[in-house]
């Protein structure tokens, strides 16, 4: 079936360092993908998307590109802050429309 | 602030308890979720309803039984639970019948339940 790998956490970094979250996933055909964010103490919020190949999803500062090829959707921004602390989730829907499937998810801790 | 109401944010409750977590949106979203995660793990599906009729039952046991009075509530009944039904019970919603790239979930902020 289909499923979603992300890599292990914690990400510890440093205000201002570069990110990198990887992201793989398994599925038939053509899946939407996504990224979702948890803030402490708060429920999940979408972060980006992407619907098909060589989409590149982006929202503040943020970004992912659908990567048929290599089957991954790896999250990246430039420079961290301390306020994008949070749990990063992954996420696919499969192309017929099931159910979201979650990645485990990866803590991010950013330091000043 | 989210769109997706729930009530109450916390909550604890014995054994022998009935409580109900309540949900609301008005984004005008026809179907509605709830969702278990427990500390450190994605949220795990337990209910879906779209167009207010129970269309999935992720094998969820009969203690909790979910409620959808019409299209902007969602209820999660709780009756007899266990300490390992502790967790935080997430709302959320999405544009049409099932999640899909053109309708993303949106989610509440969810209730922290603890089961003594």
């Known amino acids: 079936g289909d499923s979603v790998t992300q890599m292990e956490g914690p990400v510890t970094l440093s205000e201002e360092a570069f990110l990198t979250i990887n992201c793989t996933y398994t599925a038939t055909g053509y899946p939407s993908l996504f990224w979702y964010v948890q803030y402490p103490g708060e429920g999940l919020q979408l972060l980006l998307k992407?619907?098909?190949?060589?989409d590149k999803g982006s929202n503040k500062g943020f970004e992912a590109t659908y990567r048929k090829e290599t089957t991954s959707f790896h999250l990246e921004k430039g420079s961290v802050q301390v306020s994008d602390s949070a749990v990063y989730f992954c996420?696919?829907?499969?192309?017929?429309?099931?159910?979201?499937?979650f990645g485990k998810g990866t803590t991010l801790s950013v330091s000043s | 602030d989210t769109e997706v109401t729930q009530t109450p944010k916390h909550l604890v409750m014995g054994m022998t308890n009935k409580k109900s977590l309540k949900c609301e949106q008005h984004m005008g979203h026809r179907a509605m979720y709830w969702y278990k995660q427990k500390a450190k793990k994605p949220p795990e599906l337990m209910f879906v309803?779209?167009?207010?009729?129970?269309?999935i039952n992720e094998s969820v046991p009969s203690r909790f039984s979910p409620e959808c009075p019409n299209s902007s509530l969602l209820n999660l009944h709780l009756h007899a639970l266990q300490p390992e039904d502790s967790a935080l019970y997430l709302c959320?919603?999405?544009?049409?019948?099932?999640?899909?790239?053109?309708?993303?979930?949106?989610f509440g902020n969810g209730t922290r339940l603890t089961v003594t």
């Open positions: 309803y779209s167009y207010e009729k129970l269309s």
């Open positions: 992407a619907t098909k190949a060589d």
């Open positions: 996420a696919l829907v499969g192309q017929a429309g099931t159910a979201l499937i």
């Open positions: 959320a919603s999405s544009q049409e019948g099932s999640s899909s790239y053109n309708s993303p979930l949106h």
